[in-house]
């Protein structure tokens, strides 16, 4: 049995949902430990996944907030609980503070951990947590101190590996099979700086939009709905993806490892750096020197649209070189080095 645990938000939870489905698929029991705040909590039950959701306060840098400590206390000791009850003989956390608990509980047990980071940052919860794992799985090639580069190997970032023919998606998802189709992402929890200034940017385009506005956004912004502009809490990505023909998105390193693998061209509006530690903007930039992806300019985005949807093959090429096609199934094949 291996334990999976990691969450809060999708680019942390979407990569071990990917290497558990690639683990079941080879025969393997599966059990995963997330967060009751998080992403996972409104997920796990609609996967046949066996799971328990714990307290787990959230890390922060900064600040000691009584009320996070208490919380990730009592999320080790119901993890204490999870670990004795399963008795996993390998546990994945891909990070975040949903990914914290189980894992630290299982080091001190001498369980062997692996973590995965999504980002070309270690987040707080990597950093915690790889003194005493066994290996650090990344994403993209990292600069670390040498301690740490010797348990490093860079496998990319699991995503989900379902593509949909064009057409077939659009018309899965109520658009017109023959126009082009652009697809707003705000990442898992939304993004109110995308959903405030790119539908009045869009709209006068005249092209089929579909925009991800965040769950808890959606009824604030359900009044932009029209026939060729919808307006959605969450989608399902690998449709999304499948049918849109450019991306206009945040630049979370999970909604970019996704654009790759689906050869999507995009342009990019990375959250600032006093939000994240300058993460998606090393994101984007890489994609932006690779020539997968723009950074976007609100004051010439109808230049920059018309320009990626008349000549997309460039951009297309290049995220296909990006594609981390094979990502769950290298981090699965590690964890099988522990069975
Ligand atoms: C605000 C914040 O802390 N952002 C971080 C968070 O981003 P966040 O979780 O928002 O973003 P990512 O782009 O990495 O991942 C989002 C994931 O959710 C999925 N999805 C999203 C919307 C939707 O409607 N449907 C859907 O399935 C995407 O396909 C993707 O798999 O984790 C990422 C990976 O550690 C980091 O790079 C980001 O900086």
Redesign the pocket.
């Known amino acids: 049995m291996v334990l999976l645990t990691g969450g809060g938000?999708?680019?942390?939870?979407?990569?071990a949902l990917a290497v558990a489905e690639e683990l079941r698929r080879r025969g393997h029991e599966v059990f995963y430990l997330g967060a009751q705040e998080g992403?996972e909590a409104r997920l796990l039950p609609k996967t046949p996944l066996p799971h328990a959701l714990i307290p787990a306060g959230k890390l922060d840098r900064s600040a000691f907030r009584p009320g996070e400590a208490w919380r990730l206390l009592q999320g080790l000791g119901v993890a204490r609980a999870v670990l004795k009850a399963r008795r996993p003989k390998a546990v994945l956390s891909t990070?975040?503070y949903a990914g914290f608990p189980g894992a630290f509980v299982a080091e001190l047990q001498g369980v062997p951990v692996l973590l995965h980071e999504?980002?070309a940052k270690l987040?707080l919860a990597v950093k915690l947590l790889v003194p005493l794992s066994r290996g650090l799985a990344l994403s993209v090639p990292l600069s670390l101190p040498p301690r740490l580069g010797a348990k490093a190997r860079v496998v990319g970032y699991p995503?989900?590996e379902v593509r949909y023919p064009k057409e077939e998606a659009k018309a899965r998802l109520g658009f017109d099979p023959k126009k082009p189709l652009l697809l707003v992402?705000?990442?898992?929890?939304?993004s109110l700086e995308l959903n405030e200034k790119l539908p009045p940017l869009l709209k006068p385009l005249g092209l089929p939009v579909l925009h991800?506005v965040?769950e808890r956004w959606v009824e604030r912004y359900r009044h932009l709905e029209e026939e060729a502009y919808r307006i959605?809490?969450?989608?399902?990505?690998?449709l999304?993806?499948s049918a849109a023909d450019l991306l206009l998105?945040?630049?979370?390193?999970?909604?970019?490892?996704?654009a790759a693998f689906h050869r999507l061209p995009a342009l990019l509006f990375p959250?600032p750096q006093s939000?994240?530690g300058g993460?998606?903007r090393a994101?984007a930039r890489a994609y932006e020197k690779a020539g997968a992806a723009r950074l976007g300019d609100y004051a010439r985005l109808a230049q920059q649209v018309e320009a990626m949807l008349q000549n997309p093959e460039p951009y297309r090429e290049a995220m296909g070189r990006l594609s981390p096609e094979g990502a769950a199934g290298r981090l699965a094949d590690w964890l099988e080095e522990f069975l």
């Open positions: 938000t999708g680019g942390h939870l979407f990569p992403l990070g975040g999504q980002n987040g995503v989900r992402l705000g990442g898992s929890q939304g991800q965040g959605r809490g969450f989608v399902e990505a690998p999304a993806m998105a945040r630049a979370g390193a999970g909604t970019l490892a996704e959250l939000l994240d993460a998606q994101n």
